[in-house]
């Protein structure tokens, strides 16, 4: 079954992930820093922008994907993954940045969960009717 909304969701939320996977990366080859954080601030930071994205996107695009299994409209579907999109860039943003842009984080976690509880809920309803 093809799946196109969903499909391009996930491969824009892949690459937001992707991108901060090599900010990690980068930033331990540079600094020589194999195993852990080191006590290095600055590589927490990008650890922990990379796992808020592995926490949070998987379950976002299953139930992105079930909601387009399910028939919902078009237009939901791209709201909903917009907002996942935005969420986990702004977040990502604001997380990154030094010093922290606390609102970005905020919004972006915002729209993150907020697309997750649509979703829930509009496949809770599907699912009860």
Do not use: W
């Not at 196109?4 to 990690?24: D, E, G, K, Q, W």
């Not at 820093?33 to 299953?62: F, H, T, V, W």
């Amino acid at each position: 079954m093809h799946l196109p909304i969903t499909s391009l969701y996930a491969a824009l939320t892949a690459l937001i992930f992707l991108t901060l996977s090599i900010r990690v990366i980068a930033y331990r080859r540079a600094n020589t820093i194999s195993l852990g954080d080191s006590g290095d601030k600055n590589l927490l930071k990008r650890m922990r922008a990379q796992a808020n994205c592995a926490e949070y996107a998987p379950l976002a695009l299953i139930l992105l994907m079930l909601s387009e299994l399910a028939g919902a409209p078009s237009s939901a579907l791209h709201a909903l993954g917009v907002m996942l999109v935005a969420g986990r860039v702004l977040h990502a943003i604001g997380f990154a940045s030094t010093p922290q842009k606390i609102i970005l984080r905020q919004l972006g976690i915002l729209l993150t969960m907020a697309m997750i509880v649509f979703s829930a809920l509009g496949l809770l309803g599907h699912a009860l009717l």
